[in-house]
T-cell receptor, first 113, second 113 residues
Framework: DGGITQSPKYLFRKEGQNVTLSCEQN?????MYWYRQDPGQGLRLIYY???????QKGDIAEGYSVSREKKESFPLTVTSAQKNPTAFYLC????????????FGPGTRLTVT | KQEVTQIPAALSVPEGENLVLNCSFT??????LQWFRQDPGKGLTSLLL?????REQTSGRLNASLDKSSGRSTLYIAASQPGDSATYLC????????????FGSGTKLNVKP
């Protein structure tokens, strides 16, 4: 079955610690995305990557970092510089090309105390 | 920057009713528009993608319409069922190469048995 996996489903961290969220896809998609969702709000784009070894900042990239060393993988690191990291994080992928249909993973809920 | 608005934020209807969810966007130069469903604590499931050249797209009991000139899309759900209860989000691609997606905050639908 093709799809997107995110792990872990729930993640708890102490303030001041960096944490890395995993996203893997086997859809052979070129593009991958990270979004953040806060309660009652829509999704906000953190980073996106159109091709391996290249990525761009989205609207709320401060305090986050990514890498794209493999086509299948797009990990997101939430650094201690992110002021309010507690949120639901969603990874998505799509084929290359303008406005291609996006497919989403199940999400990771991060709680920082 | 593209802004996407969904009204109402929440909707409660009895089972069997036909209903309409609304999505509006500020920049009419869109490539397409995608409707998603999100169950509590889960990722997004793609329902329909309607191209800018289309006026309607149908899948089962769902029908999405698009009016680019007025910056509006509607999602029509026929004969609603309790299983339709979820949050429905719309998204449009934007940015230099339509590689960034902008989401509405969603409409939370409750279908009462």
């Amino acid at each position: 079955d093709g799809g997107i996996t995110q792990s872990p489903k729930y993640l708890f961290r102490k303030e001041g610690q960096n944490v890395t969220l995993s996203c893997e896809q086997n859809l052979n998609h070129d593009a991958m995305y990270w979004y953040r969702q806060d309660p009652g709000q829509g999704l906000r784009l953190i980073y996106y990557s159109q091709i391996v070894n290249d990525f761009q900042k989205g609207d709320i990239a401060e305090g986050y970092s990514v890498s794209r060393e493999k086509k299948e993988s797009f990990p997101l690191t939430v650094t201690s510089a992110q002021k309010n990291p507690t949120a639901f994080y969603l990874c998505a992928s799509s084929k290359a090309g303008r406005g291609s249909e996006q497919y989403f993973g199940p999400g990771t809920r991060l709680t920082v105390t | 920057k593209q802004e996407v608005t969904q009204i109402p934020a929440a909707l409660s209807v009895p089972e069997g009713e036909n209903l309409v969810l609304n999505c509006s966007f500020t920049d009419s130069a869109i490539y397409n528009l995608q409707w998603f469903r999100q169950d509590p604590g889960k990722g997004l499931t793609s329902l329909l993608l309607i191209q800018s050249s289309q006026r309607e797209q149908t899948s089962g009991r769902l029908n999405a319409s698009l009016d680019k000139s007025s910056g509006r899309s509607t999602l029509y759900i026929a004969a609603s069922q309790p299983g339709d209860s979820a949050t429905y989000l719309c998204a449009v691609p934007g940015g230099d190469n339509f590689n960034k997606f902008y989401f509405g905050s969603g409409t939370k639908l409750n279908v009462k048995p």
